[in-house]
């Protein structure tokens, strides 16, 4: 059994060690939230926060994260820049399909827990790794904005 911490609770896992961790969170937790796209780390639709950095569980094994805390888009939402994102996401009507959109709001919340006042180069950056096929990207930005901004206030 491996251990890790998942949205803040403890769990045990029988899986391989070598088992990405997308397919634990999704088949073995049923956490379907955290999509998988492309499985080679190319889209970021898989982006998920291990002890607070972004990572794309479709090639991180199970094994790098025993013992860590990993966030999932289940739980961003009790996170201070996470609820700003996910806030902001439905002020600004981000999604179109959605297919993308939680490894956007990861990623998204990474940068701004970071770095609450980030730069358009700064949002490029930080949004570079995650594709989103209906091409919502400016409203992406915006939505990162106004998170920015609403998290200032809060």
Not at 24 to 50: N, P
Not at 86 to 105: E, F, H, K, L, T
Not at 113 to 131: E, L
């Amino acid at each position: 059994m491996i251990s890790l911490v998942v949205n803040g609770k403890t769990r045990e896992v029988g899986a391989a060690p070598g088992t990405p961790l997308l397919w634990v969170l999704r088949d073995s937790l049923r956490m379907t939230g955290t999509k998988f796209g492309c499985g080679i780390a190319q889209c970021g639709a898989c982006t998920v926060h291990l002890d607070g950095v972004p990572v794309r569980s479709c090639v991180t094994p199970l094994s790098a994260a025993a013992g860590k805390k990993v966030t999932t888009i289940e739980g961003i939402g009790a996170t201070r820049a996470g609820k700003a994102v996910q806030a902001a996401w439905m002020r600004n009507d981000v999604p179109q399909c959605g297919y993308c959109q939680s490894g956007q709001i990861m990623s998204a919340s990474a940068l701004l827990a970071k770095n609450r006042a980030p730069s358009d180069a700064d949002i490029d950056a930080a949004m570079s790794g995650n594709v989103c096929r209906c091409g919502t990207y400016n409203q992406i930005r915006t939505a990162i904005k106004d998170a920015a901004a609403s998290a200032k206030g809060a």
